[in-house]
């Protein structure tokens, strides 16, 4: 089944603790992506990927850190998360970044303390 | 101003209705997306289109370039099309992707 992959899908955690939130991928997708939403402010990008050690800012991207070594797994590192980073969090992956209908993970909802 | 607009914020409706959400731009675009994220948080896909009207089901998704406007039509609507819907235009410049609000609907049994 073709999907994109998020773990954990909850997280409670304490200021400074890091943590990194896995993202992967079957589709072979070239383009990877991180949003955040909360309440009032809809979708914001992270970060995003358009292949294999490419990686670049989204509109929110402090206090994240991103790598993808491999096609397939993308994951967001917090090395010292702050309260306000509780969010929820969904991957994204497509094809490529133009045109392409955009698959998301199931999203991680985080606190943090 | 937000780039993208969508209208209304809320809702509500009897089962059955015929519902109409809309979604304003002002970028020049290559692609508008339509998705659906339901109560539970998923987001999916419900359409990707560059001209004209595209049908899925009871859904109907339409665009006018000139006007930089989209709408999602869901005839005989039903409880289980309550979602929050989300309109994102895709920026013909470098295909960043500008999201709406989101726009929350209930459906009434």
């Known amino acids: 089944e073709a999907q994109v992959t998020q773990n954990p899908r909850y997280l409670i955690t304490v200021t400074g603790k890091k943590l990194t939130v896995t993202c992967s991928q079957n589709m072979n997708h070239e383009y990877m992506s991180w949003y955040r939403q909360d309440p009032g402010l809809g979708l914001r990008q992270i970060y995003y990927s358009m292949n294999v050690e490419v990686t670049d800012k989204g509109d929110v991207p402090e206090g994240y850190k991103v790598s993808r070594k491999e096609k397939r797994n993308f994951p967001l590192i917090l090395e010292s998360p702050s309260p306000n980073q509780t969010s929820l969090y969904f991957c994204a992956s497509s094809l490529t970044r133009q045109n392409d209908e955009q698959f998301f993970g199931p999203g991680t909802r985080l606190t943090v303390l | ?109």
């Open chain 2, 1 to 109: 101003k937000n780039e993208v607009e969508q209208s209304p914020q809320n809702l509500t409706a009897q089962e059955g209705e015929f519902i109409t959400i809309n979604c304003s731009y002002s970028v020049g675009i290559s692609a508008l997306h339509w998705l659906q994220q339901h109560p539970g948080g998923g987001i999916v896909s419900l359409f990707m289109l560059s001209s004209g009207k595209k049908k899925h089901g009871r859904l109907i998704a339409t665009i006018n370039i000139q006007e930089k406007h989209s709408s999602l039509h869901i005839t005989a609507s039903h409880p289980r099309d309550s979602a929050v819907y989300i309109c994102a235009a895709e920026m013909d410049s470098n295909y960043q992707l500008i999201w709406g609000a989101g726009t929350k609907l209930i459906i009434k049994p």
